[in-house]
């Protein structure tokens, strides 16, 4: 335990800084494009960091929706440019074209919606993104509709952290694994409304 509260100490010390700003927005693009990066925990961490008064929670929502939205739409294009390779790969078996299929059913069943919705999936995100620009969707209505999940999406983690930071100001520790538990319990619980609206339509 004790390991644990000299780790938080740490990271206290390390997000009260002002290049904390960088390091977000650098995570949230990053976490687009490549999705074992872990930019949820590092916006809580912020959050909870402006809780304390070290940070800006204004600057930390921005940072975090930039790099959200600048991640995405590099995601998109990788997708657009690739996309005569990776359509001909899925269109050589039956079982992965069916595959691609569905993904495109699902975004044109419902829509931006459902960027909004895979924001919060970690991986989830990108996979839409990349088809998205794999199969050509108007890059003008992607464009909208990732303005909007980028926004909900930085200020849902910046928010969880920052309401833990200003409940638990001397405890640093306690505010993060309490706003990291709320963001995991929110994600479990979007799986499981999936799950089960999936289990319904079969």
Request: charged share 15%; glycine share 10%.
């Amino acid at each position: 335990m004790n390991q644990l509260n000299d780790f938080f100490a740490w990271l206290e010390h390390f997000s009260s800084s002002s290049w904390f700003y960088l390091i977000i927005l650098g995570v949230a693009v990053a976490d687009s494009v490549i999705p074992i990066v872990p930019s949820e925990t590092l916006v809580i961490i912020g959050g909870v960091s402006a809780g304390s008064g070290h940070l800006s929670i204004a600057l930390v929502v921005l940072v975090a929706a930039a790099g959200a939205f600048i991640g995405d739409n590099m995601s998109y294009l990788i997708g657009r440019e690739a996309s005569e390779r990776i359509l001909k790969r899925y269109t050589r078996n039956e079982k992965s074209q069916q595959r691609l299929e569905k993904v495109i059913h699902q975004i044109e069943q419902r829509g931006g919606m459902l960027l909004i919705t895979a924001r919060f999936i970690p991986g989830g995100r990108t996979l839409l993104t990349l088809t998205c620009g794999i199969t050509r969707r108007d890059h003008r209505w992607f464009f909208g509709w990732i303005v909007a999940a980028a926004s909900i999406w930085a200020l849902y983690a910046s928010l969880l952290g920052f309401i833990g930071g200003k409940t638990f100001q001397d405890d640093h520790t306690k505010a993060f694994l309490v706003a990291f538990g709320g963001a995991v319990s929110a994600t479990l619980l979007i799986e499981a409304v999936r799950f089960v609206r999936k289990r319904l339509r079969a």
